[in-house]
């Protein structure tokens, strides 16, 4: 007993002191926990930027679905007093090749996408790994390249497919979208993050650049590989212009140019336009369902690699 007697208060004493870290560490994870008016504020701008961001797709697929009558009067009205109608989705599939262009977009668009992906990793490589003379000039080329506009370059680019006899082709309208200066940047910055010990071993047991670029770089790259790719897809699928311009067959357009020939003669037609839009826009959806986790961490890859 009585050796028990002074391990007592020492007992007593160490139950609070532990107890009071535990108490003050659940109170700090509660006041973590709570949202700060920051966040708060921060929620409510991204909440109404959003809301301003999905009011023209809201209204546009609304008008897709009303009368032409409907979708033209003022003042505009959410829910059409006749009712919701298909008319205008099946004028524009009855009225156009709406299957042949979308399977011309997809043909043109995947081939633009694996060709750019290939192109910018072999250059992106290059300009990270080598060192030959002119290194940086070719670099601030490629990155002043980006702020040229596109258009510029549309009459050149058409004397030289017509040249070619690209002219109403399928390469007439790839060739001239597979080479993407910004996407070469984007592989050049996420390469030089990639540790150089990873490849020493592989050139010392004499592998080739392009078999390290194949076995070793690419794998590693993942993420940002399918984040390319999928920009640009979307910008293939989406390119209006040089198709419209390089193709004249109703065969060979794209989606987004066949769609803008059905027109009617009766002026504009605003459900069919939107219906037009919503038929354009539905792939892209969802390509974006399947695939938002890929391109959220291929943003979230490539913000790093260019830090």
Known sequence: MSAATPTSPALSKAVPAVKAPTLAATG???????????????FVILAVLALAWLTPVLWATLTS?????????????IVPENGFTLQAYVNVLSEGLVPRWAWN????????????????????????RLRFAGRQMLITL?????????????VPLFHLMLNL??????????LPQVVAAPMVFI???????IPFELEEAALMDGASRLRILW?????????????????VFIGAWNNFLWPFIVVND??????????????????????????????????????????????IKGIATTGIAGS
Do not use: C, H
Not at 142 to 154: D, E, R, T
Not at 187 to 192: I, T, V, Y
């Open 142 to 154: 490629i990155v002043a390249s980006i702020m040229i506009p596109g258009q510029i370059l549309i």
């Open 215 to 231: 076995s070793i770089v690419l794998p590693l790259s993942r993420p940002i590989l399918g984040a390319v790719a999928i920009f």
């Open 250 to 295: 109703s065969n060979l357009m794209t989606l987004p140019t066949g769609l803008q020939t059905v027109i009617s003669a009766y002026g504009i037609q605003y459900a069919q336009n939107m219906a037009q839009a919503v038929l354009a826009a539905l792939p892209l959806i969802v390509v974006f369902m399947f695939f938002q986790r890929q391109i």
């Open 187 to 193: 592989l050049k910055k996420f390469f030089d993050q």
């Open 65 to 77: 679905f009303k009368n032409e009558a409907e979708a033209a009067a003022m003042p505009v009205t």
């Open 105 to 128: 977009s997809l043909i043109t668009s995947a081939a633009v996408t694996l060709i750019t992906v290939a192109i910018s990793a072999l250059a992106g490589y290059a300009l990270s």
């Open 28 to 42: 700090t994870r509660s006041r973590r926990r709570a949202p700060a008016p920051a966040r708060i504020l921060a």
């Open 165 to 174: 006899n690209l002219v109403d082709t399928y390469w007439g309208i790839i």
